[in-house]
């Protein structure tokens, strides 16, 4: 079954160092979220991509994060600088439209010291 | 803000046992689905029932949608301890997540 592929599964990091994920969402899916998730929390959507555009982009800190899917397949999310209260699990889900189930990766644990 | 929003935070029950729990939302929803989170692990879809529905079965799960109340629940029959698991409700507009139901199964 295909899945959504994420990578590093761990990073560890220094505060103002500069960190990056990556997310492959299922072949074919055109919709593509990005997710935090602190420990004890439910997951905090901070990125929704339709194709290469961003729907909601509302919950994330712009000043240090950015989010890209430039050819409206996989996608990056860069932290610079990521600070203490970043540490937290990354997560990317995708799914075939908007609206339909989603399909998760098996996240980034980032740890920032 | 948060579209879906699960209750009890915290469930612990004997292993047979049936679970409930439930989950309320805000907005109109085309449809309603829960997922399942294993500690440590990303989110695994459970089930999705629209808005026009009332009721639907998958294997032990039971899952009813009330859009008059804007509340749904979950209900997992003969619980195994393999059933200890956070779980979520999200409704499709925005696909935010509540913090969850932490279920304990114990053997």
């Known amino acids: 079954e295909a899945e959504v592929a994420q990578s590093p599964r761990y990073k560890i990091t220094e505060k103002s160092q500069a960190v990056a994920f990556w997310c492959d969402p299922i072949?074919?899916?055109?919709?593509l979220y990005w997710y935090r998730q602190i420990l004890g929390q439910g997951p905090e959507l901070l990125v929704q991509?339709?194709?290469?555009?961003?729907?909601?982009d509302s919950q994330l800190p712009k000043d240090r994060f950015s989010a890209e899917r430039l050819k409206g397949v996989d996608s990056t999310l860069k932290i610079q600088p990521a600070e203490l209260g970043d540490s937290a699990m990354y997560l990317c889900?995708?799914?075939?439209?908007?609206?339909?189930?989603?399909?998760f990766g098996s996240g980034t644990q980032l740890s920032v010291l | 803000s948060q579209q879906g929003e699960e209750d009890p935070q915290a469930l612990s029950i004997q292993e047979g046992e049936n679970a409930t729990m439930n989950c309320s939302y805000k907005?109109?929803?085309?449809?309603l689905q829960w997922y399942r989170q294993n500690s440590g692990r990303g989110l695994v879809h459970l089930i999705l029932?629209?808005?026009?529905?009332r009721e639907k079965h998958s294997g032990r799960l039971r899952v009813t949608l009330d859009t008059s109340k804007k509340s749904s629940s979950l209900l997992i029959t003969a619980s195994r301890a393999a059933d200890t698991a956070s779980y979520f409700c999200?409704?499709?507009?925005?696909?935010?997540f509540g913090t969850g139901t932490s279920l304990t199964v114990i053997p």
């Open positions: 072949s074919g899916h055109a919709t």
């Open positions: 907005t109109s929803i085309n449809n």
């Open positions: 999200a409704t499709d507009y925005q696909f935010y």
């Open positions: 991509f339709q194709d290469e555009s961003v729907v909601d």
């Open positions: 029932i629209r808005s026009n529905e």
């Open positions: 889900a995708s799914s075939l439209r908007q609206n339909e189930k989603l399909f």
